[in-house]
């Protein structure tokens, strides 16, 4: 069974400082991509960031980076430089190929609150 | 750039009424899925379609139905509605010729008094 696993429910951080969000996971598929969104307070999902089980590279997209450790089947989100519109829910993701369905499962979240 | 659409953003119903909420797909995008958030919760799917076939299903009551028509636009059909159908829904739309990133819509709130 694929299971998305958050470990910290909330998280603080303070401004200016990066933090790093964990996310494991468990699937037997060999081909699946790793998401993350943020969801603000307003309640709009935002894609942040996609890694695919095949990618060598991490993932980056700004001051976003997924560490991505492939064996441990870990795919951490890093936040550098924390902004005070950084605090939100942050949802980890995946979807695996599984006889040609793409539904996506949620972990079950974790709150960053940054402090200035 | 153009985002999903959905409508209505919020809704409120009795038990046992009815509910429509409809959703429209970034251009060009093949595939929509359909999500429940609960108050706390995170996403739970509930149904998708792709090229208007419905391609996987979730954790979607029996009483709920969707679909997919021409122009690609879905609408999730509530019936009987319950005390706990009151979350947040979401649809996303993604597209097969890239990465597949699901993107979402802003939701549509539905409280059942």
């Known amino acids: 069974a694929q299971k998305i696993t958050q470990t910290q429910p909330g998280m603080f951080v303070q401004e200016k400082e990066a933090v790093t969000l964990d996310c494991t996971y468990d699937?037997?598929?060999?081909?699946?991509?790793l998401f993350w969104y943020k969801q603000p307070s307003s309640g709009e999902m935002i894609f942040l960031i996609y890694q695919g089980s095949y990618d060598e590279q991490n993932a980056t997209e700004g001051r976003y980076s997924l560490n991505f450790q492939k064996a441990r089947k870990s795919a951490n989100l890093v936040i550098s430089a924390s902004q005070l519109g950084d605090s939100a829910m942050y949802f980890c993701?995946?979807?695996?190929?599984?006889?040609?369905?793409?539904?996506?499962?949620f972990g079950a979240g974790t709150r960053l609150f940054v402090k200035a | 750039a153009a985002g999903v659409i959905q409508s209505p953003r919020h809704l409120i119903k009795e038990k046992r009424e009815t509910a429509t909420l409809k959703c429209y797909p970034i251009p060009r995008h093949d595939t929509v899925y359909w999500y429940q958030q609960g108050p706390g919760q995170d996403p739970q799917f509930l149904i998708s379609?792709?090229?208007?076939?419905?391609?996987d299903k979730g954790s979607i009551p029996d009483r709920f139905s969707a679909q997919q028509f021409s122009d690609y636009h879905s609408e999730l059909n509530m019936s009987s509605l319950e005390l706990g159908d009151s979350a947040l829904y979401f649809c996303?739309?993604?597209?097969?010729?890239?990465?597949?990133?699901?993107?979402f819509g802003p939701g549509t709130r539905l409280l059942v008094l």
């Open positions: 996303a739309s993604s597209s097969r010729t890239v990465q597949e990133t699901q993107y």
């Open positions: 379609f792709y090229e208007k076939m419905q391609s």
């Open positions: 699937t037997s598929d060999q081909s699946y991509g």
């Open positions: 993701a995946m979807r695996a190929d599984n006889t040609g369905g793409f539904k996506t499962i």
